[in-house]
């Protein structure tokens, strides 16, 4: 019985081991590299925007309300009120500076965020003095 066992068990082993033949994968076609010859500028820009300032907090905590007009023109040109001037907007570690020169209060610098601009409402922003980074103002301002 134990012969037989033996014997029923091995053919089914034998029998059940069949060697399976190996195909390589076929190789995937080269795919056509996709360009496109028009420039993108993918950076933050204040371009061809329209900013109102609504409220200035300055030093002496004295508040005011303004309607001043900030009309961004080209990417590093700016006007406030019909004035034109000049402005800088690069990234820092926590989001960006921008920096406006020639305003009512002087050369300025503040941090903005990303949300600050894709929501239009810059609110309570500390603006420095450029040269001395005291604190000068702070601003409340929307997108038109």
Do not use: A
């Amino acid at each position: 019985m134990k012969k037989i066992f033996l014997f029923i068990f091995g053919l089914v082993l034998i029998s059940s081991c069949q060697k399976e033949d190996i195909k390589p994968q076929e190789p995937i076609p080269p795919q056509p590299i996709i360009t496109d010859t028009t420039l993108v500028d993918t950076t933050v820009s204040l371009k061809n925007t329209v900013w109102v300032i609504n409220k200035v907090l300055n030093t002496n905590m004295n508040e005011e309300l303004r309607y001043d007009t900030l009309v961004f023109l080209t990417h590093n040109t700016y006007s406030f009120n019909g004035v034109q001037s000049t402005y800088h907007l690069y990234t820092n570690s926590f989001g960006y500076t921008l920096t406006l020169n020639n305003t009512v209060w002087g050369h300025l610098s503040g941090v903005i965020y990303d949300y600050n601009i894709s929501q239009g409402v810059i609110e309570n922003c500390q603006f420095k003095s450029y040269f001395t980074n005291q604190n000068i103002v702070k601003i409340w301002m929307y997108k038109q």
